[in-house]
């Protein structure tokens, strides 16, 4: 099965809350553990990283779903390659600083 790996990067929408976003990652990581995706993400101020993997196309309609999300805007895709194997092992999204985001998404 083809894996992909996809990063971007956005601002968080001026009406949009953190706290609210990081209360909704609990139901984010079971929604994605059921489509078979891990990732993680990282709030800096308002800026925001994510990074998705798991099946392509699955990957991709997440992707696509977030981006049209109006609670953040300018978002930005900085990776999408092919992977053989995902980094995130069990992680259906968990949240950490972004300098690990970044290290993360470059071990893939
Ligand atoms: C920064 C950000 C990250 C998000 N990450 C995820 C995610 O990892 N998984 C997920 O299911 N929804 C995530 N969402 C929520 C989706 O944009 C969307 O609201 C949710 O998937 C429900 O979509 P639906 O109403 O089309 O079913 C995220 C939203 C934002 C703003």
Redesign the pocket.
Same mark, same amino acid.
């Given at each position: 099965m083809a894996l992909l790996h996809l990063s971007y990067v956005?601002t968080l929408a001026e009406d949009a809350s953190l706290a609210d976003?990081v209360r !909704?990652l609990e139901s984010?990581r079971s929604?994605?553990l059921s489509l078979g995706?891990t990732?993680c993400?990282a709030f800096e101020g308002r800026r925001?990283m994510?990074v998705?993997e798991g099946p392509t196309e699955r990957v991709q309609a997440?992707y696509e779903?977030?981006a049209r !999300?109006p609670?953040?805007h300018d978002v930005i895709q900085i990776e999408r390659k092919t992977i053989s194997r995902v980094s995130f092992g069990h992680w259906g999204?968990i949240r950490r600083p972004i300098a690990d985001v970044l290290f993360l998404s470059q071990l893939s």
């Open positions: 956005s976003l !909704d984010f929604r994605n995706i990732g993400i925001i994510q998705l997440l779903t977030i !999300d609670r953040h999204m």
